[in-house]
């Protein structure tokens, strides 16, 4: 069964640092997303992104955040200064159609900033 | 989008039926139902979605009154494994997918 991957599984970095988290989303799906979850809260919607541009984008998800679908399979979710309450795990997720709610979330990358 | 209310916790034995209630009272003449299931450490996973009356698929049923107030995730015959938070959700269609989580119900099953 086609699944989303993430890499990495784990990310460390320092306050201020800029870090990449990286997502393969299932080959024929078109519709990407990122989501956080910080510990023992809420999945929260960052971003979704479509034909090369941002579909929505929730108020977490100020300019220190971007994304980017750089090639034809991987699509990426850049924190440029990191904060300390940007520590969550992060989730990509893929969906075929646009406006479904049946999306698949890949394992997630979890971010410790130091 | 319409809120939701569920219950927090819950607690089964292994091989019983599990019924998850979710309200949502404001619930708009095109609004969808979805629920998803998340282990620990691990992504949320689509189990069902429904519109209207009764959906089922390998992995739950979901029943829908007529007024669509509510909904009821039915798990048949739980094992450990099926230990997690179950999140229900209402949207409508076509917008851009956004997925809005609430708390969520813990379900543990016990051996």
């Known amino acids: 069964e086609p699944e989303v991957t993430q890499t990495p599984s784990h990310q460390v970095t320092q306050m201020g640092q800029e870090v990449i988290l990286r997502c393969v989303p299932i080959?024929?799906?078109?519709?990407f997303y990122w989501y956080r979850q910080i510990l023992g809260q809420k999945v929260e919607f960052l971003v979704s992104?479509?034909?090369?541009?941002?579909?929505?984008k929730s108020e977490i998800f100020d300019d220190q955040f971007s994304v980017e679908r750089p090639d034809g399979s991987n699509f990426t979710l850049k924190i440029r200064s990191t904060k300390l309450e940007d520590s969550a795990m992060y989730f990509c997720?893929?969906?075929?159609?646009?406006?479904?709610?049946?999306?698949?979330f890949g394992p997630g990358t979890r971010l410790t900033v130091t | 989008l319409a809120k939701t209310t569920q219950p927090i916790s819950m607690d089964s034995y292994e091989g019983q039926e599990v019924n998850i209630t979710c309200s949502h009272n404001n619930i708009a003449t095109n609004d969808y139902i979805t629920w998803y299931q998340q282990f620990p450490s691990q992504g949320p996973r689509f189990i069902i979605q429904?519109?209207?009356t009764k959906v089922t698929n390998e992995v739950a049923s979901l029943f829908i009154p007529a007024d669509r107030k509510s909904s009821t995730l039915s798990l048949p015959r739980v094992s450990l494994s099926d230990t997690a938070v179950y999140y229900c959700l209402v949207h409508g269609s076509g917008n851009t997918g956004k997925l809005i989580f609430g708390q969520g119900t813990t379900l543990q099953v016990k051996p």
């Open positions: 429904g519109y209207k």
């Open positions: 997720a893929s969906s075929a159609l646009g406006g479904t709610y049946e999306q698949y």
């Open positions: 080959s024929n799906h078109l519709y």
């Open positions: 992104f479509y034909n090369n541009e941002i579909s929505e």
